[in-house]
């Protein structure tokens, strides 16, 4: 089974109909055996249904999407899981668990904010579902298109603008890498699972500082790097921290330090979080993504230039 998720820099991207690209997972036996991240090659909103029969793809999770677009794609014969957020490995992981519910469509293309809150705590904010206006300039990929063209992506309406300068922005890349906190523990390896990571450098699919590395390395060139927060998953925001009364969460008597749950949206949506303390009758749940405010080493080493 395939498994391809809306992407941007680790996380579900929200607009479907603006994906550039898509984190596709091979799954065996109910287990992810490999990924790798692929361009919608700036297909528009009906032809993605195409794209994605055509890599294999059965089921496609994503966050906002229209009802032209989910008819599309069941048409297609694809399963959609729509309304995710967040880390988008722990979306699959939560797919393949039986925890990820679907919202139907739930974009009208028409921008607009709405109010979500997690299903056990009162906390509110602001968020858009899929928002654009048939005149207005707006977000592709988080990146506001200066240049319009017939190689334009997001429905051809905007060209991709890159994030970094070099020879390698913009070609199709693939790298082997080794990621290491400052203490030298080992976070994520693609040597160790034997197959490079490929991606389209500067276009926004992996952190900045990732791509900044890859942009001028020749093949079989090999760079040490050391990311701040900021050039890798943010900083840690505090208010995605949260503190409730164990007692108010049926269930939450079971949970243990360092698990992680999924806590429901105003639309339904699954939240990822993390159990970071459990004391006083309180429990505290974290939905930063888990490299938030970490300081990342990586060994890069450039492998093929594809394109």
Not at 81 to 92: E, H, I, L, T
Not at 108 to 125: I, K, Q
Not at 194 to 222: R, S, T, W, Y
Not at 224 to 247: K, Q, R, W
């Amino acid at each position: 089974m395939r498994i391809a998720v809306t992407y941007e820099n680790g996380t579900i991207f929200q607009h479907f109909g603006h994906t550039e690209c898509f984190k596709v997972y091979e799954v065996e036996d109910e287990k992810v055996v490999s990924s790798r991240v692929i361009e919608s090659g700036g297909a528009g909103c009906g032809a993605l249904a195409g794209f994605l029969a055509a890599n294999g793809v059965d089921v496609v999770i994503c966050g906002g999407i229209g009802g032209g677009a989910m008819n599309h794609l069941v048409e297609a014969g694809l399963e959609v899981c729509s309304g995710a957020q967040g880390d988008a490995d722990a979306a699959v992981d939560a797919y393949l668990k039986g925890e990820l519910t679907s919202e139907g469509a739930n974009c009208d293309h028409h921008e607009h904010g709405e109010g979500h809150h997690c299903g056990h705590h009162g906390e509110e904010e602001d968020h858009e579902c899929c928002g654009h206006g048939d005149e207005e300039d707006h977000e592709c990929c988080g990146r506001h298109g200066e240049d319009e063209g017939e190689d334009g992506h997001c429905c051809g309406r905007h060209r991709r603008q890159l994030t970094v300068d070099g020879k390698n922005a913009g070609r199709t890349v693939r790298v082997h890498y080794r990621g290491t906190f400052d203490d030298g523990s080992q976070f994520d390896s693609s040597y160790d699972r034997g197959e490079p990571l490929e991606f389209v450098c500067g276009a926004g699919m992996m952190i900045k500082g990732f791509d900044a590395a890859v942009a001028d390395l020749k093949v079989g060139q090999i760079v040490d790097v050391h990311l701040m927060p900021e050039e890798a998953y943010g900083p840690s925001n505090p208010d995605a921290i949260l503190t409730v009364p164990i007692s108010d969460i049926p269930g939450a008597e079971g949970l243990t330090l360092g698990q992680q749950v999924y806590l429901q949206g105003a639309m339904g949506q699954p939240i990822p979080c993390r159990v970071t303390a459990l004391e006083n009758g309180n429990i505290t749940f974290d939905a930063n993504h888990e490299m938030a405010g970490k300081e990342l080493n990586f060994r890069i080493e450039l492998v093929e230039v594809l394109d």
